[in-house]
């Protein structure tokens, strides 16, 4: 049996940048860049990369805070 490579199954290690806070029971799956300076909320599943200063929230994660962009 061939074994798959995790860049086929979109799986490998998430990169977590500096200075982030992961809530209790937070799910950050895949080959996934987390930036830094980012919050991520309790029981989020994070699967897609989040930038830097950002606060995410929910099982499919929605950056609702995005600090020092200015409008």
Do not use: Y
């Not at 937070?26 to 996934?32: C, E, F, P, T, Y």
């Not at 029981?43 to 200015?70: F, G, H, L, S, Y």
């Amino acid at each position: 049996m061939a074994r798959m490579t995790s860049k086929i199954l979109g799986g490998g290690a998430p990169t977590i940048g500096n200075n982030c806070l992961i809530g209790a029971g937070a799910k950050i799956i895949g080959n996934v860049h987390v930036g830094n300076n980012v919050r991520i909320g309790a029981n989020a599943i994070v699967v897609d990369d989040v930038p830097d200063n950002c606060t995410v929230v929910m099982n499919k994660p929605r950056m609702i805070v995005r600090e020092n962009e200015k409008t």
